[in-house]
C-alpha cells in the first residue's frame, strides 16, 4: 500500500520540485515580495484607510502567525487539526495570567508560548509517532476535548460564556494603529523566525522527514526528537498569536478556537501551497480578505473554501503559490 | 441506580445507539478498505440522510418502510454524483482524500445551512406506543431502529458472503490491483461499494434525525463516532468496526447515564487517543507496516 504524504502527490504530478536549481533567483524573488508585502503593511495606517481595514490587516497578521507556525508542522507532512485549540491554550494561558493573576503584558505573552508548548511537549512524542491519517484524527479528538475542558472548567475559563471585559495590556494600545504595529513587530518575528528557520539546515531537515523519514534516520537525524522540537515550537508560536487575538478582541470563548478555526488555518496552508513558506502567507491573504467580499453570506464563504481545498486537493496540490509553475508546466508540455 | 430496569433500559439504548454508529462506521470502512479514501463527508452523507427522510417520510407522508429505504436510496444515488465529479479523483490516495472530502464535508454542511436554515427540526416517530416487558420500557422507535439495522446488517453480510459482487468486493478491499488483474471491473465495484457504503449513513442519518435531532450540523458527531468505532476496531476491518460501534454505543449509554454525557466523551476520545497510541491499528485490525 502507498502510505501517506506530500511525497507521493507532488511526484505523482510531477511538479517540478526544484530544489536547488535556480534556488537563488527564486530566493531573491522571494525577499523582494516579501519585502514589498512588508513595506505595505508599515505603510498601511498611512493610507488613511478606514479603522475596518486596520482591523483587518491586525486580524491578518495575527492569522499569518498561526497559519506559519501550522506550516512547520504541514511541512513535516503531518496535518494537524488541533492548532486552533493550541491558539486558544495560548489565549487562554495570556488572557487568565493578566485578568486573574495580574501578571505584566510581556510576561502574559510568555505565557501564551509556553502554555501550549508545554502541553506539546508531552503529547508531542506520542503523537508523533503516528502516521499521517491516524495523526490527523487524533488531533482531531484531541481538539474536541481540550475545548470541552475550556467549556467545563467553569471557574477558570468563563465556561461557553467565555471571558469578557479583557482589560487593555496598555494604555497607549487604545490607539488601534499602535496596536497594529505591535501585532506587525510580533508577526515579523514569528514569520521571520520560521521563514530563517525553514532556511537553516533544521528547514532541510523537516522536508526530509517528509519525504522519507527511515531514510532521514539512516542519515543520522533524530526524527522523532526534531518532529517534537518543531512541534512545540509551532504550537508556542500558534500561542503567541492567540495571545494577542485575545488582546485584540478583547473577548475569548470556546467556539473561536474549534475545530472550525483549525480548519481554517489548515485551508489556508494547503490552498495557498503547503510546500513553500509563501503558500500559508497568500493563503491568509486570500482567505482572510475573500470572506471580506462576502460579508453578508457566511455560508456562502464556507462552501466556497470547501470547493477551493476540493479544487486544490485534486488538482493542484502546490496551492496558489505553485499555479504559476502549474500552468508553465503544462503549456510546455502542450507547445512543446 | 443500578437496579435490573435501569441497566435494562441502559442496555436497550446502547444497542440502538450502537445499531446507528454501526451503520455509520460500516460504510466508512468499507470506503477506506477498498478506494483508500478517509470519507470526512461520511457525516454530510448522514445528515442528508436525515433531510431526505424528513421530506419523504415526514412531509410527503409515505408508509415508514418503503420512506426509509427510499430515502438512504436517493441519498445514495445522489452521492453516485459525487463520486464521479469528486470521489475518483481520490481514489488510493489516503492523504488528498482526508483534506479534500474535509472541503467536500464543508460544502455540503454549508450548503444545507443556506437550503434548510441552521434550525433543528424533528422527524416524527413512526410507533408513538412504548411497550412494556416486564421491568422494562421499550420505545416502539427504538425498536424499529435495531430492528431495520440488523436487517441491513444481514443483508449486507449476505450479500458480501454470498454473492458474486459480494466476493468481488471483498477481494478489490484485500488486494486492488491482483483484483484487477483476476477481471474484475474495479471502477464497477469502486460505484458499487460506495452506494452501499452511503446508503447505509444516509440510514443511520435517519434514525438519528428521528430519534435525536435534525440539524445540517448533525453530521459532525456521526462521522467523530464513525472515526472512534473505526479506530477502535481497526481501519479497514469490518468485524472490528462492528466490535468497535457496538463497544463505542454501550460506552455512551452507560457512561452516559451514570456520568453524564460530558465524561462520557471525556472517557472515550481519552481511551481512544491512548488506543491509538498504543495499537494504532486498532483491536482488530492488522498493522501497515510489516
Known sequence: ?336 | MFSPAVLGQVLINGISLSAIYILVSLGFTLLFGIMRVVNFAHGAMAMLGGYALYYIYGEANLPYLIAMPLAAASVAALALVLERLVYRWFYQKMFQSMIGLLGLDMALVYSAVIIWGPHERSIPSPIDTVYRLGPLFLSGSKLVVIGLAAVTLAAFYLFTHFTKYGLAMRAAAQDVETAEVQGINTDRIYMLAFFIAIFMAAMAGGFFAQNYILSPFMGERQLMMAFIAVILGGMGSIPGVALGGLILGMAESILGTYFGSTTSVFVTFGAVIVLLIVRPWGLLGIPENR
Open chain 1, 1 to 336: 500500500m502507498k502510505t501517506i504524504t506530500a511525497d507521493n502527490m507532488a511526484a505523482s504530478q510531477k511538479q517540478p520540485h526544484k530544489a536547488d536549481e535556480g534556488s537563488t533567483r527564486q530566493l531573491r524573488i522571494k525577499l523582494v515580495l516579501g519585502l514589498g508585502l512588508l513595506a505595505i503593511f508599515i505603510i498601511l495606517p498611512f493610507l488613511g484607510l478606514s479603522g475596518f481595514t486596520l482591523s483587518l490587516a491586525t486580524t491578518i497578521l495575527i492569522t499569518g502567525i498561526a497559519t506559519t507556525s501550522l506550516h512547520m508542522i504541514i511541512r513535516m507532512g503531518h496535518v494537524s487539526l488541533a492548532h486552533g485549540v493550541f491558539m486558544g491554550l495560548g489565549a487562554y494561558a495570556a488572557v487568565l495570567s493578566v485578568v486573574k493573576f495580574g501578571l505584566p503584558f510581556p510576561i502574559a505573552m510568555i505565557f501564551a508560548f509556553l502554555a501550549p508548548a508545554a502541553l506539546a511537549l508531552v503529547i508531542g512524542p506520542m503523537l508523533l509517532r503516528l502516521s499521517g491519517k491516524y495523526f490527523v484524527l487524533v488531533t482531531f479528538l484531541l481538539g474536541e476535548i481540550i475545548r470541552l475542558v475550556f467549556v467545563n472548567w467553569q471557574s477558570f475559563t468563563g465556561g461557553s460564556n467565555g471571558i469578557f471585559g479583557i482589560p487593555l495590556p496598555y494604555e497607549g494600545l487604545a490607539d488601534p494603529v499602535a496596536f497594529y504595529y505591535m501585532t506587525l513587530i510580533a508577526a515579523l518575528l514569528c514569520i521571520g523566525f520560521v521563514a530563517r528557520m525553514l532556511q537553516s539546515d533544521i528547514g532541510r531537515i523537516i522536508d526530509t522527514i517528509r519525504e522519507d523519514s527511515r531514510l532521514a534516520e539512516c542519515a543520522g537525524i533524530p526524527v522523532l526528537r526534531m518532529k517534537v522540537t518543531v512541534f512545540v515550537i509551532a504550537c508556542g508560536l500558534a500561542g503567541i498569536a492567540g495571545g494577542i487575538s485575545g488582546f485584540f478582541i478583547r473577548y475569548i470563548d470556546p467556539t473561536s478556537f474549534s475545530i472550525v478555526q483549525s480548519l481554517n488555518f489548515v485551508v489556508m496552508n494547503i490552498v495557498g501551497g503547503m510546500f513553500q513558506l509563501a503558500g500559508p502567507i497568500v493563503g491568509t491573504l486570500f482567505f482572510v480578505i475573500l470572506p471580506e467580499f462576502l460579508r453578508g453570506y457566511v455560508e456562502l464563504q464556507r462552501v466556497i473554501f470547501g470547493v477551493c481545498l476540493i479544487v486544490v486537493m485534486a488538482f493542484l496540490p502546490t496551492g496558489i503559490v505553485g499555479l504559476a509553475a502549474y500552468i508553465r508546466h503544462q503549456l510546455s508540455r502542450w507547445f512543446k
